[in-house]
């Protein structure tokens, strides 16, 4: 019984993790029906801009606690620059093509991008660990957890809670939803298909780079990193239901949640439970729990 | 009777790579034979209309599967161990292929690729199996006859040449026949299929489960030519690989799995000596360039050329 | 002699679209039947019931004896139901011979490629033999559409809109060629049609759907007249009796 509360809090922490990532792949294949690989790798960028920009910072003598501001800072720059520049520079000469091959595309851009990061940040790992040590620890079920968890957690949250927001509420999110619905029909009805990928893109990466900066402080920052994050993440949104976001919340939460159990009480299958999930739920729903199944009209 | 004879003159430079050439040149010929055989599997699952990312799950049972008997039952045979590859992976297909024959698209894609991160999961956790580091396998016989050490390579690529080359003329045969066209049909038109009274699900299992033996069969291969096995031969990379050479070959032709991976692995070795941190790069820079100029893989290189003479 | 397909309460709905309202139909042996009715009336989600695409809410579907509900359309083909396409459904990268021997080795025939070239003969698609069916006219592809649901050997053929998407003045030779196949195969031929003149000039029984439901069924002569079958199905203005 005790141990409920621990699997919970970690579970949830992973989940804030995993959605932070998941919410941007999702939101890119609902609208551009890319599923995009080299999502690790703008998860990976994120992280290492978070090390250049919160180093460069708290090198700089400047008061700690803006070493947040570093991060956020990083994964704005990461999105609104690689973002646009893949975006522009490469997926508008693709649309149009299969699926699979859009795979392959964003796959082999992965492959570059892997490479570019080590170019330029070299093979070495990279620490950052003062943001999260900085906010010190608290006690649960009489275990130790960083403060900085709960941070993320409510990172996690507010971004859910924003992305909701702009995409029900806004004039734009709503443009984006009839693109997602009837992309056709909205280029007909005078929406800019192309500005609206443009921005999708944007916004994924940035979101894919958040989820990469504030994972930097927790982890030693090496080339590889996002190669799990993808894999991980496609469990997410596929479980989830391609193209959902509340599908994604609930995919990232129910994996965050067995891998702690997991973890916990058998911890030589944690990579194992997640994908087992996966493979369990496609079983039971063939498109994901928040997917549409429909049948073809002949 | 065509494909035959054409398939000789590889065997016969093959084999003629085996006896006469570096230990370094036999290795990297065997492991581009090893690759090259996953991809021709690949190859008749792609008829059908599917590619996975998962490849590497029935490469890796292939080649733990040669390595168990080698280390934990002490059988020292090379021909069991290829056998026992192929039949491992191809009972795993067998089962997995149940479930993944009702998937399309994407949705095949990454449930595959799942299938492998599952194995991967298990065996970097297995302590039993070496966990990240893997173990190591020693054949010591091919089909009863012992074998000298330091000629066990050159008489597995032989091997793998004449494996490679009767695969490669079954699945000529295959693909050239009825169920190539039936597996064209699957992915050009499944509805068509079932309405003229056949089961698309039945023709994409078949091809799965032949993906996965031949699978199997390139990893038995690659563990006897590295003499070692770990769990990265499961992972998605090492599938993204297979999926690469595809492309690179190219669907047109039986042989193009073995030209394109030949390439692949020569290129690997002079840029793991000379640039290690632009291999990938030049990998995606490459797919790219396939992707958008040579949509039918570097055959079509090989198509313009004999129309232009 | 009875009837080779029967319906009886067929109902279908999707959310608020009530796709058949209680369908209840006969085919005796060797007939041709047209089923017309406004788009949609509902003609195409008949065939999907009867081929097993879509499940009836509730009702029977019996081929001949044998009530053919929760089969699949693979199974449903193999006892003996076949049928073409609203948009015709091919193997666009093989050529139109390949198309035919795909279909030809799924029904087993001894000899496929024999089997091929007669039905090449028999449709007049011999000229097109190597063409890929993707790249066809339209017409063309209708025909070798139909030409592949004739190849399963079936006792009842179904035809969703054999003439649509041609030019006019191709219709009547690709219902010719159609109908004569069909005849000489023996089987018995359900096709849907929106032009009148067609329906008059080759089916001996026209049944009229309307909002899910059968408005009329019997001799093309009594229901192409119908004042309800004009009125709805054929678009014409009507003046209402004074009342
Ligand atoms: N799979 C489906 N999902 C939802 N609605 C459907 C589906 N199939 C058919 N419908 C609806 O059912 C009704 C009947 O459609 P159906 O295709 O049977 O018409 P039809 O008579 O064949 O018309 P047409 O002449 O245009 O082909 C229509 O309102 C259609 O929109
Ligand atoms: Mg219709």
Redesign the interface.
């Known amino acids: 019984m005790s141990s409920i509360l621990p699997i919970a809090f970690d579970g949830i922490t992973y989940a804030s993790w995993l959605f932070l990532i998941s919410a941007g792949l999702t939101l890119i294949y609902g609208v551009m029906r890319i599923l995009n690989v080299a999502h690790g790798s703008l998860y990976a960028l994120g992280a290492y801009a978070a090390c250049s920009l919160a180093g460069a910072w708290l090198g700089g003598g400047l008061p700690a606690a803006g070493s947040f501001a570093m991060l956020l800072l990083a994964a704005l720059l990461v999105g609104s620059v690689a973002g646009p520049l893949i975006e522009r520079g490469l997926l508008q000469w693709m649309y149009g093509k299969d699926e699979v091959v859009l795979v392959l595309i964003t796959y082999a851009l992965f492959l570059i991008m892997e490479d570019v990061i080590k170019l330029v940040w070299g093979v070495d790992s990279l620490l950052l660990p003062d943001p999260y040590a900085l906010p010190g620890n608290f006690q649960l079920g009489g275990l130790t957890y960083p403060v900085y968890n709960v941070l993320l957690i409510a990172l996690a949250l507010a971004t859910g809670l924003a992305l909701a927001w702009a995409l029900y509420r806004t004039r734009q999110g709503k443009l984006l939803l009839a693109v997602i619905h009837d992309r056709d029909m909205s280029m007909a009805m005078g929406i800019n298909v192309s500005r609206v990928y443009l921005a999708t893109f944007a916004v994924g990466a940035t979101l894919a780079a958040l989820g990469g900066a504030f994972t930097a402080p927790t982890i030693a920052v090496t080339p590889g990193i996002g190669v799990e994050v993808i894999v991980l993440a496609f469990a997410v949104v596929v479980i989830g239901g391609l193209g959902s976001l509340g599908g994604a919340a609930l995919g990232a939460l129910l994996v965050g949640l067995v891998r702690s159990a997991t973890v916990r009480y058998w911890p030589e299958a944690e990579l194992f439970s997640i994908y087992a999930v996966m493979a369990m739920v496609l079983i039971a729903r063939p498109k994901g729990l928040f997917a549409a199944q429909e049948a073809r009209k002949i | 009777m065509k494909a035959a004879i054409v398939a000789i003159a590889p065997l016969v430079a093959l084999t003629g790579l085996a006896l006469l050439s570096p230990q370094w040149l036999v290795f990297m010929a065997m492991l581009a034979l090893a690759k090259g055989v996953v991809v021709l599997g690949l190859l008749v699952l792609m008829r059908t209309g599917l590619?996975s990312?998962g490849q590497g799950l029935y490469f890796g049972i292939g080649a733990y599967a040669a390595a168990l008997l080698s280390h934990h039952l002490h059988v020292a045979d090379a021909a069991v161990m290829l056998l026992a590859g192929a039949a491992a992976a191809g009972l795993i297909a067998a089962l997995l292929g149940l479930?993944l024959a009702?998937?399309r698209?994407?949705?095949f894609?990454?449930?595959s690729?799942?299938?492998s991160?599952?194995l991967?999961?298990?065996l970097?956790?297995?302590a039993a199996l070496g966990s990240t580091d893997g173990f190591n396998l020693h054949a010591r016989t091919f089909f009863g006859v012992a074998l000298a050490s330091g000629v066990e390579r050159r008489v597995f690529l032989i091997a793998g040449a004449v494996c490679a080359v009767v695969v490669a003329l079954l699945v000529h045969r295959l693909l050239g026949g009825?169920w190539g066209?039936?597996a064209?049909?699957v992915?050009?038109?499944e509805?068509?299929?079932?309405?003229?009274?056949?089961?698309p699900y039945r023709v994409v299992y078949v091809n799965y489960l032949i993906a996965g033996a031949m699978a199997g069969l390139g990893g038995a291969l690659a563990a006897l030519a590295v003499g070692h096995v770990d769990p990265e031969m499961t992972y998605?990379?090492t599938s993204?690989e297979f999926?690469?050479i595809a492309?690179l070959g190219g669907t047109q032709s039986i042989l193009a799995p073995f030209v394109a991976a030949s390439i692949f692995e020569a290129l690997r070795t002079i840029a793991s000596q000379y640039a290690p941190?632009?291999?990938?790069?030049s990998?995606?820079?490459a797919?790219?360039a396939i992707?958008m100029f040579l949509p039918a893989g570097l055959w079509t290189l090989a198509e313009r050329r004999r129309r232009s003479v | 002699m009875s009837a080779v397909l029967t319906a009886k309460g067929l109902q279908k709905s999707f959310g608020a679209v009530k796709a058949a309202v209680d369908i209840n139909l006969t085919f005796d042996p060797g007939t041709v039947v047209s089923l017309i009715g406004a788009n949609g009336a509902g003609k195409t989600t008949f065939l999907n019931m009867v081929t097993g695409y879509l499940r009836p809410d509730s009702g029977q579907i019996l081929f001949g004896e044998r009530d053919i509900v929760g089969l699949k359309p693979r199974q449903i083909t193999k006892l003996g139901i076949s049928r073409s396409f609203q948009i015709p459904q091919l193997f666009n990268s093989l050529s139109v011979r390949e198309n035919l021997l795909v279909a030809e080795s799924i029904a087993a025939m001894d000899d496929p490629q024999a089997a091929a070239d007669e039905t090449l003969t028999r449709f007049e698609l011999a000229p097109y033999a190597a063409q890929k069916a993707g790249l066809l006219p339209e017409g063309i592809r209708k025909l070798l559409d139909v030409s592949m649901a004739l190849s399963s050997r079936s006792k009842l053929l179904l035809l969703d809109e054999p003439t649509s998407g041609v030019s006019a003045d191709e219709k009547f030779a690709i219902m010719d060629v159609v109908m004569g196949a069909a005849r000489a195969a023996g089987v018995t031929v359900i096709f849907v049609e929106h032009d009148m003149d067609i329906v008059a000039r080759f089916a001996g029984r026209v049944v009229a759907f309307y909002d899910g439901g059968i408005i009329a069924d019997g001799s093309p002569d009594t229901v192409l007249r119908a004042e309800n079958v004009r009125r709805y199905v054929i678009g014409e203005e009507i003046p209402h009796a004074a009342a």
């Open positions: 590619v990312f479930l009702r998937y698209d994407i949705f894609a990454m449930l690729l799942a299938f991160m599952i991967y999961g298990v970097v956790k297995s009825h066209r039936l064209t049909g992915r050009d038109n509805l068509r299929v079932a309405y003229l009274g056949a089961s998605w990379t993204g999926v690469f492309i941190n632009v291999w990938q790069m990998l995606g820079l797919m790219l992707i």
